[in-house]
């Protein structure tokens, strides 16, 4: 599985590290197949952290998972109509930009430019780009459980075509 990131480099794991470089890659620990425990990413602790956790789920197949990245309000619609969205996907690699943040009411929301190619059983692929929302509800207000960490408030991402770094959005605007 491959993460390619604009301004920052995501490793997958504990510990994140973050470079300048224009066009970083993410390179996996090993080559094992998606099944194997060491591969699992859940990290929920930054916007691009959520994302990159998003696409690791929908590459495992683990579309629970995948599901539960979004808010409350389920904006990714009905569960069996997304995990069907994403059967025949194969395999899906990342291109994030640099987050964008604005506080409001005791959260804050994220903007995050993507781009990404899919590429489904068949080997054929798919390039998307557009933004994600991401948002984070104050932690030290959060009283009572359940906790809510960072979560996708919605997605919109249209088909394009080229190469990630050219169909990658410069920015989004929060909305």
Not at 116 to 143: F, M, T, V, W
Request: glycine share 6%; with cysteine; hydrophobic share 40%.
């Amino acid at each position: 599985m491959r993460f390619w990131f604009a301004t920052a480099l995501i490793a997958l794991g504990p510990a994140a590290a973050f470079a300048q470089d224009p066009a970083p890659t993410y390179q996996p620990q090993t080559e094992a197949k998606p099944d194997v425990a060491a591969d699992y990413v859940d990290d929920r602790s930054d916007p691009v952290a959520v994302i990159v956790s998003f696409y690791n789920a929908v590459n495992r197949k683990e579309y629970a998972r995948a599901y539960s990245y979004y808010g409350d309000a389920q904006q990714a619609g009905d569960f069996l109509a997304f995990a069907d969205g994403y059967a025949k996907t194969e395999h899906v690699e990342l291109l994030a930009g640099s987050p964008t943040a604005e506080g409001a009411a005791g959260s804050t929301y994220y903007s995050l430019p993507v781009a990404i190619d899919a590429e489904d059983a068949s080997g054929g692929h798919k390039q998307y780009a557009g933004c994600y929302l991401l948002r984070l509800s104050n932690p030290a207000i959060q009283a009572e459980p359940p906790f809510v960490p960072m979560h996708i408030e919605k997605g919109d991402l249209k088909p394009a075509s080229g190469e990630l770094k050219t169909i990658l959005p410069e920015q989004c605007d929060l909305d």
